[in-house]
């Protein structure tokens, strides 16, 4: 049995003040019967990480180095003694606005377990993809660049993230989000094997507000979301963690 992943990717959003969201969270929905994930701004992981939350913090990218000449970059190894256990890689947005190819993302991937670090692997086909009935194909072309060989349950959770749901309102029908989710387990248990990939965990992500959390936790091969917007209020955030906690 999976247990249900809420994690909240806060973006370029949050100042100090924002650790108020997380007590707030951590208040009402900390002895949730899932886990939950925050991933803030990289400035805020250290003061995120003292709240005693009980919530995992997590970056939301790294360099595949772990040290070097790279100006304004982080590497996995600082996540981690800043408080981190989770960093994610391969967001379409790090893609889009930073040229991130599959190569990239899987060295990140490798660095995140160097340090220690779960990596949360994101993929997702663009509306033109979707459009040309090229999902599945775009979705096994990246998890096959993406993902690194020794992927585990322990080390990696996958998030599918359709690019054109993302902060738009719109989501994939359930049915479609079921079958895509289907199709990423069953390339999993193709490279990895059936035991192994049961372990890891799929999140979808892109639009998961409170009035759609709980259907689409509930779709089979959905082990919880990847939450933007929708993480950066308690309020919202709150019934999306009861809603993986069902
Ligand atoms: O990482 C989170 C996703 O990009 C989803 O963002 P969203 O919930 O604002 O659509």
Known sequence: MRRKIAAGN?????????????????AEHGGADCEVVICPPAPLIPLLAGLGSGFA????????????????DLSAEMLADAGASHVIVGHSERRTDHGEDDA????????AWRAGLVAIICIGETEAERDADRTLPVIDAQL?????????????????????????????SPDDIEHVHRAIRAGLA?????????????LYGGSVKPGNAAEIFALSDVDGGLVGGASLKAEDFGPIIAAAAR
């Open 10 to 26: 806060w973006k370029m959003n949050g100042l100090r003040a924002q650790a108020a969201v997380v007590e707030a969270l951590a």
């Open 57 to 72: 913090i997590g970056g939301q990218d790294c360099h595949p180095a772990a040290s070097g000449a790279h100006t304004g």
């Open 104 to 111: 990239l993302v899987r060295a990140k991937a490798e660095a």
């Open 144 to 172: 096959a660049g993406s993902v690194p060989d020794g992927a585990t349950g322990a080390n990696t959770v996958i998030a599918y993230e359709p690019v054109w749901a993302i902060g738009t309102g719109r989501t994939p």
């Open 190 to 202: 193709g490279r990895f094997g059936a035991d192994p990939s049961e372990a890891i965990r799929l």
